[in-house]
C-alpha cells in the first residue's frame, strides 16, 4: 500500500502561485510515476501533470503547461506542482496520485493510489 498527503492549498488571487505538496510513504519503492489531477465543481477529474520514478520525464496538460511545474525529491519521498500564473480556471480540488503500472500518465486508471485532495481557490 502507499499513503499519499497532500499539502499546499488556499486561497490566492489571481496572478498568485502556490506550491502543492506530496508525500508519500509505505511502498514507495513500487511507484512508477506520481501524477496530478483536479476536479472543479460540477466537472470532470482532469489531469495536469505527472512526472515518472526517476524525474526525467513529465508531463503537463496544455491548460497549465509553462505556467506549472512538477518536481520530485525521492530523498523525501515528495512531489511538487509549483503553480504559477493562477486563474480562476484553476479553481478545483488538485489530487495527488501514484502509479505502480507503466500506461498512460495521462489517465486517470493508470493510478493505484490517490491522496485526500487539496482545495485550491483563485479570485479575480
Known amino acids: 500500500q502507499v499513503q499519499l498527503v497532500e499539502s499546499g492549498g488556499g486561497l490566492v488571487q489571481a496572478g498568485d502561485s502556490l506550491r502543492l505538496s506530496c508525500a508519500a510513504s509505505?511502498?514507495?519503492?513500487?511507484?512508477?510515476?506520481m501524477g496530478w489531477f483536479r476536479q472543479a465543481p460540477g466537472k470532470e477529474r482532469e489531469f495536469v501533470s505527472a512526472?515518472?520514478?526517476?524525474?526525467?520525464?513529465?508531463y503537463y496538460s496544455d491548460s497549465v503547461k509553462g505556467r506549472f511545474t512538477i518536481s520530485r525529491d525521492n530523498a523525501k519521498n515528495t512531489v511538487y506542482l509549483q503553480m504559477n500564473r493562477l486563474n480562476p480556471e484553476d479553481t478545483a480540488v488538485y489530487y495527488c496520485a501514484a502509479s505502480t503500472q507503466y500506461g498512460s500518465r495521462y489517465l486517470d486508471n493508470s493510478y493505484d493510489y490517490w491522496g485526500q485532495g487539496t482545495q485550491v481557490t483563485v479570485s479575480t
Open positions: 509505505g511502498r514507495t519503492l513500487a511507484i512508477s510515476a
Open positions: 512526472i515518472n520514478r526517476y524525474g526525467s520525464s513529465t
